[in-house]
T-cell receptor, first 113, second 114 residues
Framework: KAGVTQTPRYLIKTRGQQVTLSCSPI?????VSWYQQTPGQGLQFLFE???????NKGNFPGRFSGRQFSNSRSEMNVSTLELGDSALYLC????????????FGSGTRLTVV | GQQLNQSPQSMFIQEGEDVSMNCTSS?????WLWYKQDPGEGPVLLIA?????ELTSNGRLTAQFGITRKDSFLNISASIPSDVGIYFC??????????????FGSGTQLTVLP
């Protein structure tokens, strides 16, 4: 079955702009989590969605937001981009919120210039 | 917040050698996961551990959930070139409010020399 699909794979944006990233989970998976990966901070949790509801949120500013649709697809949005937002954004899906061995997508590489 | 110390940061080994890496936490975890990440890809789950003292194997990989619940190690036996990549440990502490996210270690970069 298809894995977790993230689009786009690469993105270049200018400071101050906003960006929307998309994640399609594995079919049947209802939980979607987002992580930011940078060389300096490593993998850091952004938020988790289940059944269209945000269940948990990491320590990121309000410029980072997300949502989940009824088909479990999820989007995350970053407004007023800063240079420090340059990172690999990873989406992971699992069957439900009790399953921690979730599957990651290949990520979206965001570069802010 | 929780801290996960993963070591070593990098390793250079000869093909065929065994490898060991570990993670320690400042607090108790009730789940330990080990992931491998190849360049340009997302992490791939290798082994999941759910019980203190648990020892689990996946082919040439073996991982253990420390008895104190504050540490875990991953061993790779008879390394091969395709073992190259970054290995991450990840853990989750016991239920506390709505906290469910994983805390990741900083990764171990493994290089296998022919």
């Amino acid at each position: 079955k298809a894995g977790v699909t993230q689009t786009p794979r690469y993105l270049i944006k200018t400071r101050g702009q906003q960006v929307t990233l998309s994640c399609s989970p594995i079919s049947g998976h209802r939980s979607v989590s987002w992580y930011q990966q940078t060389p300096g901070q490593g993998l850091q949790f952004l938020f988790e969605y289940f059944s269209e509801t945000q269940r948990n949120k990491g320590n990121f500013p309000g410029r980072f937001s997300g949502r989940q649709f009824s088909n479990s697809r999820s989007e995350m949005n970053v407004s007023t981009l800063e240079l420090g937002d340059s990172a690999l954004y990873l989406c992971a899906s699992s069957l439900d919120t009790s399953n921690y061995g979730y599957t990651f997508g290949s990520g979206t590489r965001l570069t802010v210039v | 917040g929780q801290q996960l110390n993963q070591s070593p940061q990098s390793m250079f080994i000869q093909e065929g050698e065994d490898v060991s890496m570990n993670c320690t936490s400042s607090s108790i975890f009730n789940t330990w996961l080990w992931y491998k990440q190849d360049p340009g890809e997302g992490p791939v789950l290798l082994i999941a551990l759910y019980k203190a003292g648990e020892l689990t194997s996946n082919g040439r990989l073996t991982a253990q959930f420390g008895i104190t619940r504050k540490d875990s190690f991953l061993n790779i036996s008879a390394s091969i070139p395709s073992d190259v990549g970054i290995y991450f440990c990840a853990g989750r502490s016991p239920p506390s409010g709505s906290a469910r996210q994983l805390t990741f270690g900083s990764g171990t970069q493994l290089t296998v020399l022919p």
